[in-house]
């Protein structure tokens, strides 16, 4: 943005980038002892500069030319209108999914460990539930022998540091934070509190002149129930290693970790701490050693057939002493849990109490939360109808659909665009008006091959290998084939939500959407554009079940609502927080309290909020 104020003003002076990843005091002046010199990046600004137009007057004359053609309020861009496509092809997976039954074998011993039951390929479920009664039958309760004991030394390295990208999708996964949520924690807690680096890095490594700063880091956070933790890193000398330093694998920032400035804990809100909490522990399991365990398998016969069972002794906590040994690995899809074994040899004969047969169904496809989605925006490859292989590598090399800096925002965007929901969950869905969209845009927007086709030439543009005037005349024409395409058009767009509410403004029937927070009722005219709140989900808690209560009505006739039939009257609400509280809460700070929930915090950076006060003549 700076770059492009310097040449939009004509400056033709020398100039000299200030790049620092955090903004405390001794960050600033350290980088500005080392000023870079402004003519390295020269083509980097011209491939940022084409992303910017190319998307520009994509979206641009695009979305008017659907909005106009079909007299609706319909968005579609480059990044937003293949995620949406994603969503939908998900959706129709979990549609068209058929469940089918699977069976095993499970023989349980007399001290009650449990053996699972294995193929000759190691399987240990079968889809034919006859050959599974047939082995039943002929095991009866034999007992077992014991003919292999394997044990195995194994490390768990502590996972990577936090891009920008993995800590949203860990926020969602466990506060249920949006990523745009996160994203404007993290801001404050960098520019604000200056306790955190820059947040908008898609790099989950450090650079090698950031080892020599890692003690000042530690000691800085190294404060509360972080004290123990980092004295015991500080009490060695830190020794590096490809697993969290890679200078090749930095491009413009590293991965998010604390800075050196003094820490104020207590001016932290509670969504500011949890932030806060991911991120410094991820930073001190890394730097601590790997959890080491040794991995023991017992394999049995009965009869002729082969029984597993499988334990682990943990010898050093490692890295996982950070999470208190309370951190998941991710789920492998292996029937063979890991259980407490007991002292067992080889050629031991086990007595069979109980084998039974045992079945489960096949599971569809999980729906997208937000921290899915990202996954699926960050490594969208195996959603390219392509066989270019050339262009599905440069998609998953170039970070995917959008970038770290812009995936809240679009994600947010769809959801303000009512193209995608959620009702009640995590769980996303796509909208009637979602599916229409992706049947009224040209083919080509609908797919991430556009994306990395783009890419691959705003990477030549970046490496000074392709013009970047030569890339913007091909988006203007391709522009003007979209247009032409979706003017020509003979589809029509259906509003199939109008409800019996007619407009105050322009009396035209409203059309119900299911907003981020709440439903709502929205002119179907894109040019009057009223839109009023029918409810909201708020923060008040069901007495009953604890989840979130859904606010309708309006005036003094409002009501909390639950899903599970709980339903209380905005008076008797106020009443029992009185009561709850032992204090007095009047109707203004029941008032202030609900509006607290319609209000999203402000996406000011520290510039804006220093002007925010300021009063211009």
Not at 140 to 167: C, H, M, W
Not at 215 to 238: D, T
Not at 467 to 489: A, H, R
Request: charged share 30%; proline share 3%; net charge positive.
């Amino acid at each position: 943005m700076a770059r492009w104020i310097i040449e939009k003003a004509k400056v033709r002076k020398p100039i000299k980038r200030l790049w620092i990843s955090s903004v405390t005091d001794k960050a600033i002046k350290d980088g500005f002892k080392n000023l870079k010199p402004g003519k390295n990046y020269e083509h980097l600004y011209d491939s940022a500069v084409a992303r910017s137009e190319a998307d520009w007057y994509i979206g641009l004359n695009a979305t008017r030319a659907l909005t106009t053609r079909f007299n609706a309020q319909l968005n579609c861009g480059r990044v937003q209108t293949p995620t949406v496509a994603i969503i939908a092809a998900r959706e129709d997976e979990i549609k068209n999914f058929k469940p089918q039954t699977y069976y095993g074998i499970e023989a349980q011993t007399s001290d009650n460990l449990k053996l699972t039951w294995q193929d000759p390929q190691g399987n240990s479920r079968s889809f034919n539930k006859e050959k599974i009664d047939n082995i039943v039958n002929i095991l009866g309760r034999q007992n077992a022998i014991v003919n292999e004991i394997e044990r195995k030394a194994k490390k768990s390295f502590a996972p990577a540091l936090y891009d920008l990208t993995e800590l949203q999708r860990d926020a969602n996964k466990l506060f249920g934070y949006s990523a745009k949520e996160t994203l404007n924690i993290m801001q404050k807690l960098y520019e604000q509190h200056k306790v955190l680096t820059y947040p908008r890095t898609d790099s989950r490594f450090l650079s090698s002149d950031i080892v020599s700063t890692l003690p000042e880091r530690l000691k800085a956070c190294g404060i509360g129930e972080y004290r123990q933790l980092a004295n015991k890193v500080l009490a060695k000398p830190i020794k590096s290693n490809k697993s969290f330093v890679d200078d090749s694998k930095v491009s413009d920032h590293h991965a998010i970790i604390p800075t050196e400035g003094y820490v104020n804990y207590s001016s932290f809100s509670d969504k500011e701490r949890k932030i806060y909490d991911l991120v410094v522990k991820r930073f001190l399991a890394v730097l601590f050693p790997a959890f080491e365990y040794e991995q023991l398998t017992l394999r049995a016969k009965i009869d002729n057939e082969t029984f597993v069972a499988r334990g682990k002794t943990i010898l050093s906590s490692g890295w996982k002493e950070v999470y208190e040994n309370r951190y998941e690995d991710e789920e492998t899809g292996d029937d063979l849990k890991e259980q407490i074994l007991p002292r067992i040899e080889k050629g031991q004969t086990l007595n069979i109490k109980l084998i039974a047969q045992t079945s489960g169904q096949t599971k569809p496809p999980a729906r997208f939360t937000e921290a899915t989605l990202l996954s699926a925006m960050e490594n969208p490859t195996k959603y390219m109808e392509t066989n270019n292989k050339q262009l599905a590598e440069t998609l998953k090399s170039t970070g995917g659909l959008g970038t770290v800096a812009t995936r809240a925002d679009i994600i947010e965007k769809l959801f303000n665009s009512f193209l995608i929901e959620k009702r009640g969950g995590k769980e996303i869905y796509i909208t009637s008006k979602g599916r229409q969209l992706l049947d009224l845009v040209p083919e080509e927007l609908k797919s991430p091959a556009l994306t990395a086709e783009w890419e691959m030439k705003l990477e030549q543009i970046a490496k000074g290998k392709l013009k970047k005037e030569v890339f913007i005349t091909e988006m203007k024409n391709y522009t003007k084939e979209i247009v032409s395409e979706i003017k020509s058009s003979n589809k029509k767009y259906k509003h199939d939500n109008i409800s019996t509410k007619s407009c105050p403004d322009c009396g035209k029937p409203m059309l119900e959407v299911n907003g981020k927070k709440g439903k709502m009722l929205v002119c179907q005219d894109r040019e009057c554009g009223h839109r009023k709140n029918v409810s909201r989900v708020t923060n008040a808690r069901c007495p009953e079940c604890k989840k979130k209560l859904e606010l309708r009505g309006e005036g003094d006739g409002q009501i909390f609502v639950c899903k599970c039939g709980y339903r209380e009257k905005l008076s008797a609400f106020e009443a029992r927080r009185k009561k709850e509280g032992g204090g007095k809460v009047d109707k203004r700070t029941v008032q202030k309290y609900l509006k607290q929930q319609k209000q999203e915090e402000p996406v000011n950076n520290a510039l804006a909020e220093a002007l925010k006060g300021l009063k211009f003549d």
